[in-house]
């Protein structure tokens, strides 16, 4: 039995190994479509703690692209800028948020992508952009952080408004304590038997209470008559006004026609007594020019004239007063002189 080994066949069969499994890395390499990535960039204001390099970029669950780079920028040192390998094909749109997410319970992180409804984000940077910028929300942890903490400001004022509602039940016991005390407690008992008197009372005038409300009833239905009247009577009133004016109207018109007569009354007069006291004059002169001529005939008539002269100036003076009671009273020429009053012992 030979046992030496055949090395041709086992070099043969290493050559045609190599060679097949050559063949089969071509062929995988060349079946393999080359995939084409995007660069976009995120600005994440809170800590990137187990987001790595090479991370998954996930859209609604399904991994589209990579981590590529994280770093902190010098012009935004409160944010962490992260650079995200995107396919081509990713339906990235304007309203499209880039998230932390972390992945079960090993703490590995990621990047989730949601949202999508507006238009597509150009794939070109805006001016001063390397990168075209995707937009943020805070992860789950900052919003439950976030949560818990607004939870726990509402708690500390719920807390506060409790501790206010206690003091004032304190004060509410306290003030009933004080309502409910001995002294209180015997007015009160004072009052509950003024108010049993005052029910006695109202009990045994019931008739009278009942006449009352009776009068009360009759005096509504007389007010709601005399409303119904009220048209009526104040058409009348007004009725009655304007004749009281037109009647005024009259009065003045009278009174303007009583004012003129008077005026021409007042100047007949006048020049009345002008005359009278122009004929005086003359009269006078005449007896003076005539004295030395007739002394004998004014001896005997003298006295006459000397009398006719008085009447004269008793007539001008009369005529005077008439004048100047004109003046006052012009009603006198219609209504005559009214009478003065009495004096006393007078009938």
Do not use: C
């Amino acid at each position: 039995m030979d046992n030496k080994a055949n090395y041709a066949l086992v070099g043969l069969f290493v050559i045609i190994l190599s060679i097949v499994m050559i063949a089969s890395v071509l062929w995988l390499t060349v079946g393999t479509e080359e995939k084409v990535y995007i660069t976009y960039q995120i600005y994440i204001h809170e800590s990137v703690s187990g987001l790595n390099v090479k991370s998954p970029v996930k859209y609604k669950g399904v991994e589209v692209g990579y981590v590529h780079h994280i770093s902190l920028d010098p012009n935004r040192p409160d944010e962490v800028q992260v650079l995200l390998k995107i396919e081509w094909s990713t339906p990235i749109r304007q309203d499209t948020t880039a998230t932390l997410s972390s992945q079960g319970l090993t703490g590995l992180a990621y990047i989730e992508l949601t949202g999508g409804t507006g238009e597509f984000l150009s794939k070109e940077p805006d001016i001063g952009d390397e990168y075209p910028e995707l937009k943020t929300k805070p992860s789950l942890l900052v919003r439950l952080d976030t949560a818990v903490s607004e939870l726990m400001g509402n708690l500390n004022k719920v807390s506060t408004a409790t501790d206010g509602i206690l003091a004032d039940i304190k004060n509410l016991t306290t003030s009933v304590d004080d309502v409910f005390s001995q002294q209180n407690r015997t007015m009160i008992a004072k009052t509950l038997q003024n108010i049993e008197t005052l029910t006695h009372t109202l009990a045994n005038r019931s008739t009278l209470i009942d006449n009352t409300l009776v009068s009360a009833h009759n005096t509504l239905e007389n007010s709601a008559q005399v409303t119904k009247d009220l048209p009526n009577l104040l058409n009348q009133l007004a009725k009655t006004l304007s004749s009281l004016e037109q009647t005024a109207q009259q009065f003045t018109k009278t009174a303007n026609t009583i004012n003129t007569v008077v005026d021409a009354s007042r100047s007949d007069i006048g020049k009345t007594t002008q005359a009278i006291a122009k004929a005086a004059q003359g009269v006078e002169i005449t007896v003076n020019q005539s004295k030395r001529g007739i002394d004998s005939f004014t001896q005997q008539t003298l006295p006459e004239v000397n009398n006719t002269l008085r009447e004269l100036r008793e007539l001008i003076a009369n005529l005077r007063g008439l004048s100047r009671e004109l003046e006052r009273n012009p009603n006198i020429i219609f209504f005559g002189k009214s009478k003065s009053a009495r004096g006393p012992g007078e009938k």
